[in-house]
């Protein structure tokens, strides 16, 4: 280990407990709460096999009246949530870490979907997150909501957590809307005052205290500050944060600091830099007696051991970094820093959540939340019978390079990555070159690492193969990874029918690809983006744009700009982006024909409101194609393949489907799992962990069986 990184490894007190380094896995979303035990178990479970000293739970509630489904928690409301939980805490502390829960009661935020109860808050506002509203809570509601937060932290101390952390966080917590005069408008000793807003959070901590007496640490989960709010109700550190610190440092065992919405809190690259909560905690620090965690998208070593050094925070606090690699402090503890999986900051893992509580995934780990149900390990892959059998990937795109890597690590013997290009990552290579994409190139640099080290696996680069190439090549098994452009048609999932012109002014209109890769630039003073994607690509494009001083007009169909970025945090920060630049937004309106000069369309709901633009280049963003012509040759000649003793034409990544970066990645890796199975094109079995009636307990044994434990585990305990 760098001898600059051992205070990251000093063991550190939390009340009753002993954290054995600084290293905290913050509470976050899967989208697994209760209903799949066993992926949670495991989830967590991996965190704590990588070294972390405390894991914690996504948010759970303590009450009915705190159902916000479609979104996922976990629940501590009666002994079969008692039961799945155990999962959890049993498999952290196989590892030797501490298991914590984060309580809530969502109040306004809640939306009564399953249970249909109302709830209640502070004062009866509506939430912007749920669109629902609230009860205004009398002091026997009050009185009622915190012994649910008691009995939740008595099941929670039955079960075996460590750390019960009692949730003053924005987007989901009663405590803070009795803390922001946003929420708040009592006149009564719950509203008005610091102190008088900050005693429903006292009191709830100090009844929880007392229920589970020195069995469990007492965290107090606290946003600091509203952040953007420039109302006169904002919420702001150097007089609220601070006074509320102040206020209930006696009474806590630990902080758990992060800073504005969610949208802020869960910070993309794109507009924050690691660490950027720093100089508000140092607002508070000075009051805060009791140790510190806070989040920082933390991956750099350097950051981390500063952090601590300079006494700003105690314990490093991480969810996403931990989603990427939950391995981190054993490979800094072991020296392996460059070995480290950084989170790029796309907020992949996010935007599943924000669509309704889809599980968790990662755009640079494709085994989270696979732990459990493929048995997939991070660190840990089994070796093949076949690894003799030599094996050609064609295209070093996210995919490819991802199979490569998994191949390599399971042993194959000649493995050869060819890529057409000068440089492996496919198009991530000029994705990374957006404005804000920077740490997007991370997806590359890793794996990139990762196949040097490997003897066993060749990359070739500025090699084109084509069908007799292939023939010729000597592989018995072949990946076909070539990835996929964007349609230079204006064909969109909207309209299905080329854009008419698209394809006769070729001087005139681009595609990503021609803007990025410089095939023809983009010479002209006024630019229309089309963009019918909705995620990344259209509005970065638009302000790459504008930022070389173009006139930019983006015009969607959808309704909003963007509408994929709203689920990964972004959509704001985007909209005010483009806004500052200067760039029109036109939503609701589709393209109908290009001509020299002019572009014309309609609105989506009107086709008679017809309009016009003036412009002299059209960006079209409408949507991608597989480059599947190789695979089509090869799998069309099966005399060839046999007589070339090719045994497996294989597909993976966009050359498939084009899909978002985690799921080409998740491709290449399954199949690189898979590649030795009867049938490697179609995946394995998973469990599902659901139970069906008139099924017996040994029924369940096959499955288990079939895809599991790669680590020692009671199977009886897991069903």
Excluded at 700 to 711: K, Q
């Amino acid at each position: 280990m760098d001898p600059r990184h051992a205070p990251l490894f000093e063991p550190i007190r939390v009340g009753p407990k002993t954290f054995r380094n600084r290293f905290y896995v913050a509470p976050h979303c899967s989208g697994l709460g209760v209903e799949y035990p066993g992926a949670q178990a495991y989830l967590r479970g991996m965190r704590a096999e990588g070294g972390w000293a405390a894991v914690n739970t996504e948010y759970c509630a303590v009450d009915p009246e705190s159902d916000d489904s479609p979104w996922v928690q976990a629940r501590l409301l009666d002994e079969r949530d008692e039961a799945n939980l155990r999962l959890m805490v049993e498999r952290v502390h196989e590892f030797d870490a501490l298991a914590g829960v984060q309580l809530v009661y969502m109040g306004a935020d809640h939306t009564g979907y399953v249970t249909r109860l109302p709830a209640g808050g502070p004062s009866q506002v509506a939430s912007a997150m749920s669109g629902h509203s609230c009860y205004a809570m009398d002091k026997s509601d009050i009185r009622r909501i915190q012994q649910s937060y008691v009995a939740a932290a008595i099941r929670a101390r039955n079960v075996g957590f460590d750390l019960i952390q009692v949730a003053a966080r924005e987007g989901f917590s009663l405590p803070l809307q009795f803390l922001w005069r946003y929420w708040n408008h009592r006149t009564d000793e719950y509203g008005g005052s610091l102190e008088n807003r900050t005693r429903f959070w006292r009191e709830t901590l100090e009844q929880v205290r007392e229920a589970v007496g020195d069995d469990c640490a007492i965290v107090a989960g606290f946003c600091l500050d509203s952040f953007n709010d420039t109302s006169d109700r904002a919420f702001k550190v150097s007089d609220d944060g601070v006074g509320v610190v102040e206020l209930l440092d006696d009474i806590v065992d630990l902080w758990d600091m992060q800073v504005g919405h969610l949208e802020d809190d869960v910070s993309s690259s794109r507009f924050f830099e690691p660490f950027w909560q720093r100089g508000y905690i140092e607002q508070v620090r000075p009051y805060a007696k009791k140790p510190i965690a806070a989040v920082g998208r933390f991956t750099d070593p350097e950051l981390m051991a500063r952090a601590v050094g300079d006494g700003v925070i105690d314990i490093i606090g991480a969810a996403r970094p931990a989603i990427s690699d939950p391995f981190i402090p054993i490979k800094i503890q072991e020296g392996r820093a460059e070995d480290i999986r950084e989170c790029i900051g796309c907020n992949m893992c996010v935007s599943r959540f924000n669509n309704g509580g889809g599980r968790i995934v990662c755009t640079q780990n494709a085994t989270v939340g696979e732990e459990y149900r493929r048995g997939w390990h991070p660190e840990r892959f089994n070796t093949s019978d076949r690894a003799e059998e030599p094996i050609l990937i064609i295209g070093a795109g996210p995919a490819g390079m991802e199979c490569a890597r998994v191949l390599g690590e399971r042993g194959f013997e000649a493995v050869h990555l060819a890529e057409a290009d000068a440089e492996i990552g496919g198009h991530v290579n000029w994705v990374s070159q957006l404005p804000g994409l920077r740490t997007w190139r991370r997806v590359v640099e890793y794996r990139e690492a990762q196949l040097a080290k490997m003897s066993n696996v060749t990359v070739l680069t500025g090699k084109h193969f084509d069908l007799e190439d292939v023939l010729d090549y000597g592989a018995s098994t072949v990946i076909v990874a070539t990835g996929a452009s964007w349609d230079r048609t204006g064909t969109s999932p909207l309209t299905h029918v080329p854009v008419a012109g698209a394809d006769a002014y070729p001087t005139m209109v681009f595609t990503p690809e021609d803007v990025m890769l410089e095939k023809r630039a983009v010479d002209a003073d006024r630019v229309l983006v089309y963009d019918c994607d909705g995620y990344f690509m259209g509005s970065s494009l638009a302000q790459k744009l504008a930022i070389e001083g173009k006139k930019v007009t983006l015009v969607t169909p959808a309704d909003q700009v963007g509408s994929y970025l709203f689920h990964t945090d972004e959509g704001g920060h985007v909209m005010h982006a483009l806004l500052d630049l200067g760039v029109e937004l036109v939503t609701s309106h589709t393209l109908d024909g290009i001509e020299p000069g002019t572009v014309t369309g309609h609105n989506v709901y009107h086709s008679a409101k017809e309009i016009s633009w003036s412009v002299d280049a059209v960006v079209l963003v409408t949507q991608r194609r597989s480059r599947n012509d190789l695979y089509e040759q090869l799998t069309a000649a099966p005399d060839r393949l046999r007589s070339a003793e090719i045994n497996q034409v294989l597909r993976i990544g966009d050359c498939v489907e084009p899909r978002v970066i985690a799921e080409a990645v998740f491709d290449g890796h399954r199949l690189g799992r898979e590649i030795d199975t009867p049938d490697p094109a179609t995946p394995l079995p998973f469990i599902r962990e659901q139970r069906i009636l008139g099924w017996r307990e040994e029924d369940y044994d096959g499955i288990l069986r079939h895809v599991l434990p790669l680590t020692p585990v009671s199977r009886t305990s897991l069903r």
